[in-house]
């Protein structure tokens, strides 16, 4: 049931380019020149009348929706909040039937997420769902919703779970920044058909897999790492920590690269590795300025670049590269060197990669 794979998290990993592909089907549409999401249609009023739209989830979910706050905001221009669904629950959070709620879930049974929806649907609050799981707990109790589409997750470390939760999200914010006028044609149709590219991409990604691995066996001794990504990618290394922690049981922090001289920088010595996506969107010569202070501090760089980078090459010990695509898909590809990542470091340590101690795939207490 490993389809050959040595375990469900690389399996998983792999089936990446096929889940955004489900994810994506019957909804993304470019010859239409459309998005079609039913429960995004349904209640077209309230989401383009909305003040703002909360997410709330937990864990990588969470991570999920931090990202999609950048996208849906630059092309909607609706303003996101995004929380962890436990600390929501209980800050007796502002919530009127003016805002739209997005919860997030896998596996569509955690209890603070769930506890969150019922708490915004007492509010008034729309509240449309992303699961995984069809009919699970979180799909029946939210008014509309996506599912994700991207089958079974049985790794306990989430992995195709997040990149079709982004996707979904993406099809979200383009549909509402269609009916809003928001984007314009040009600037929609170059993502939609973008978007529909992300899928070979993701394959070619893939194939970096055994370098990774080799990269890997230069860092299993590490006992830190730091992760950092800029905009839409500062959520992506936060993900790259998690997965870290989670499965390799090495301690691992994700920050914003520029958040690094307020604090972290004191950390850095020739046994910090310093996992740093700088592609050549959003930022990038700020990046390139901070793989610099972490060179001068004889950090060990491990660099995510875009496909032809030359100026980052010559700076870290490492870099692994990633195909160009516009800047709100870039976590769709980026994403998947650091799932790689942190897989092959907990192999070469001998963890138990599936099934991390003291961790459940779903956590049904709050
Ligand atoms: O099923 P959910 O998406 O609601 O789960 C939320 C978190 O428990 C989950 O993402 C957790 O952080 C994963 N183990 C991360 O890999």
Redesign the pocket.
């Known amino acids: 049931e490993k389809g050959g794979y040595e375990h469900f998290m690389l399996k998983e990993i792999f089936e990446q380019p096929n889940a955004i592909t489900n994810a994506f089907r019957g909804r993304l549409l470019p010859a239409l020149e459309m998005i079609k999401m039913e429960g995004v249609q349904n209640n077209l009023s309230q989401f383009l009348e909305a003040k703002r739209i909360i997410i709330v989830?937990?864990?990588?979910?969470w991570h999920a929706g931090l990202v999609a706050e950048y996208i849906i905001e630059e092309l909607t221009r609706i303003p996101v909040e995004v929380e962890y669904a436990s600390e929501f629950k209980y800050r007796n959070p502002i919530i009127t039937p003016k805002d739209v709620v997005i919860a997030?879930?896998?596996?569509g049974?955690?209890a603070d997420?769930l506890a969150a929806i019922k708490l915004a649907k007492e509010q008034g609050a729309l509240v449309y769902g992303v699961c995984n799981v069809v009919g699970s707990s979180i799909a029946r109790e939210t008014h509309a919703g996506a599912y994700t589409h991207a089958g079974p997750e049985i790794g306990?470390?989430?992995t195709k779970?997040f990149t079709t939760q982004i996707t979904i999200l993406t099809l979200v914010a383009l549909h509402l920044a269609k009916e809003k006028g928001s984007l314009t044609k040009t600037e929609f149709n170059e993502l939609v058909h973008e978007l529909e590219r992300i899928p070979e991409k993701v394959v070619e990604v893939l194939q970096v897999s055994d370098a990774i691995k080799e990269i890997a066996q230069s860092y299993a001794h590490a006992t830190n790492c730091l992760f950092l990504g800029r905009g839409v990618n500062f959520p992506v290394a936060l993900e790259g920590a998690?997965?870290l922690k989670?499965i390799s049981y090495i301690h691992a922090e994700g920050y914003p690269a520029a958040e690094m001289k307020h604090g972290p920088i004191a950390l850095i010595d020739e046994n910090m590795p310093v996992i740093v996506i700088a592609i050549n969107k959003g930022h990038y010569e700020k990046t390139v300025s901070n793989i610099q202070e972490i060179k001068s501090r004889k950090g060990k760089i491990i660099a995510i670049v875009t496909k032809g980078d030359v100026v980052v090459k010559e700076m870290a010990d490492h870099v692994i590269e990633v195909p160009e695509t516009l800047e709100w898909l870039t976590p769709l590809l980026t994403t998947i060197p650091l799932q790689l990542l942190s897989y092959h470091m907990a192999v070469l340590l001998g963890k138990n990669v599936d099934q991390p101690r003291n961790?459940a795939k779903?956590?049904t207490v709050e």
């Open positions: 989830a937990c864990g990588t979910s997030i879930s896998q596996s049974e955690t997420t306990v470390a989430s779970a998690l997965k989670e961790l779903s956590v």
